[in-house]
């Protein structure tokens, strides 16, 4: 079993900064791809940001320049760095990791979700 524990969400004006990261822990032999997404009230899911084991990275054209995602292989730790943060930002993001967990098999797995609010 892959356990994600997600911090870093809060309230933030327009124009401000914050730092969400997401750490799991378990039974990992490796992690591939991770990613962050973020669901708004009424919308769907979407893709914020990814980035390979290797740290290839793609982000929604919504968010280029403004965030970078980072990850810590060592820690088993995905950051996403949000910068000039705007109200239509205000949405619930998710970690989401592709784990190796035996030889054989992969998993995909989602954090718990933290709120971000930008207030204008």
């Known amino acids: 079993q892959v356990q994600l524990v997600e911090s870093g969400g809060g309230l933030v004006q327009a124009g401000g900064s914050l730092r969400l990261s997401c750490g799991a822990s378990?039974?990992?032999?490796?992690?591939?791809?991770m990613g962050w997404y973020r669901q708004a009230p009424g919308k769907q899911r979407e893709l914020v940001a990814g980035?390979?084991?290797?740290?290839?990275?793609n982000y929604a054209d919504s968010v280029k320049g403004r965030f970078t995602i980072s990850r810590d292989n060592a820690k088993n730790t995905v950051y996403l760095e949000m910068n000039s943060l705007k109200p239509e930002d205000t949405a619930v993001y998710y970690c989401?990791?592709?784990?190796?967990?035996?030889?054989?098999?992969?998993?995909?797995?989602w954090g718990q979700g933290t709120q971000v609010t930008v207030s204008s």
């Open positions: 980035i390979s084991r290797g740290g290839r990275t």
């Open positions: 989401n990791l592709y784990v190796q967990i035996t030889t054989w098999d992969t998993a995909d797995y």
């Open positions: 378990g039974s990992i032999i490796r992690i591939n791809t």
